[in-house]
């Protein structure tokens, strides 16, 4: 694809449900980055994939936040039992080894 | 972890003048520094980015400068026009897709016309 995509673009969830957001990195890119953008805020780090390594998932804030890469290509982000405090966007980005980071539109996810 | 500090946090200039935003890093071992512009709804940008053996880069308006002795880096907007009104970020990395990036907490631009 032309270049990072997320879906969905908006998600609206009750409290206490588990929500699943997707991102498909630009083809070929072997790192992918997670972030979380409160409104007006700056950019929270959430996890890093690179290549077969293990992924960085120090910027979790929670057990209830987890991400998997699947075959190198496509990440889910899955947030379990949502709480308010988890609305934000959700923005994902990807890169080559030694390239420029590519971000995506986000999610923006609102938990009623 | 490498913590970045950018200010100021808002910044208003008339059309035409310069603006400086400016950032300051903590990890002496980050040698890649790019600058992001998000626009209202839109995911960041790349605009330029700078790595640890150069000094200053430019590209048309836009110039960022970086001292690694002193850990920190600047982005330069010159001949500023509405467009460039957005939220900028700046960012410090051990290596571009090789380690995290830590971003800096952003700076609103205007350019009042």
């Known amino acids: 694809g032309a270049g990072v995509s997320q879906s969905p673009s908006n998600k609206v969830t009750e409290k206490g449900k588990d929500v699943e957001l997707r991102c498909d990195p630009i083809s070929g890119h072997t790192a992918l980055y997670w972030y979380r953008q409160s409104l007006g805020q700056g950019l929270e780090f959430l996890i890093y994939?690179?290549?077969?390594?293990?992924?960085?998932k120090s910027g979790l804030p929670s057990d209830r936040f987890s991400a998997e890469r699947t075959g190198g290509s496509v990440s889910t982000l899955t947030i379990q039992r949502t709480q308010q405090e988890d609305s934000a966007v959700y923005l994902c980005?990807?890169?080559?080894?030694?390239?420029?980071?590519?971000f995506g539109q986000g999610t923006r996810l609102t938990v009623v | 972890g490498e913590n970045v500090e950018q200010h100021p946090s808002t910044l208003s200039v008339q059309e035409g003048d310069s603006a400086v935003i400016k950032c300051t890093y903590s990890d002496s071992a980050s040698n890649y520094f790019p600058w992001y512009k998000q626009e209202l709804g839109k995911g960041p940008q790349l605009i330029i980015d700078?790595?640890?053996?150069?000094g200053e880069k430019k590209d048309q308006r836009i110039a960022v400068t970086l001292n690694k002795t002193a850990k920190h880096f600047s982005l330069h907007i010159t001949e500023t026009q509405p467009e460039d009104s957005a939220v900028y970020f700046c960012a410090a990395s051990i290596g571009p897709g090789a380690n995290n990036l830590f971003f800096g907490t952003g700076t609103r631009l205007t350019v009042i016309p």
């Open positions: 980005a990807s890169s080559l080894a030694v390239g420029e980071a590519f």
């Open positions: 700078i790595r640890s053996n150069v």
């Open positions: 994939f690179q290549g077969n390594s293990a992924p960085d």
